[in-house]
């Protein structure tokens, strides 16, 4: 009887361990990088966001103060502004992903792709 019942308290203990030990892993790993691309759908300064459309699918863009713009290809992009980009242009946006959001930390965009 006290065997059994220290085994159980062993396990469930371990298990609270492993539990917690997890979460704390999760949390330090890095976010993961990426990029979303396609036609400025929407701009939605309330909130700052940006809905952009590749093909059927809409993606959400979260950008900031810290957020980069610029116009033009890559090869000669030049320094720019929100306020310049327009809905039906084409986007490029890299940063981090919050969920299925990408939080923006550098977008460049032009008129036409």
Known sequence: MTRS???TFAL???VLVAITVGAAVAKDQKAKQGQVNGSVHMINKD?????VMKGNVQR????NNDTKWA???Q???KASSLDQLKEGWYINCKG??????LVASACRFREAK
Do not use: E, H, M
Request: charged share 5%; with cysteine; net charge neutral.
């Open 71 to 73: 116009y033009g290809v």
């Open 5 to 7: 019942f220290l085994t």
């Open 96 to 101: 981090t992903f919050d969920g299925v959001k």
């Open 60 to 63: 959400q863009v979260i950008y």
């Open 47 to 51: 909130t700052s966001t940006i809905t």
């Open 12 to 14: 469930c203990l371990s």
């Open 75 to 77: 090869s000669s992009a």
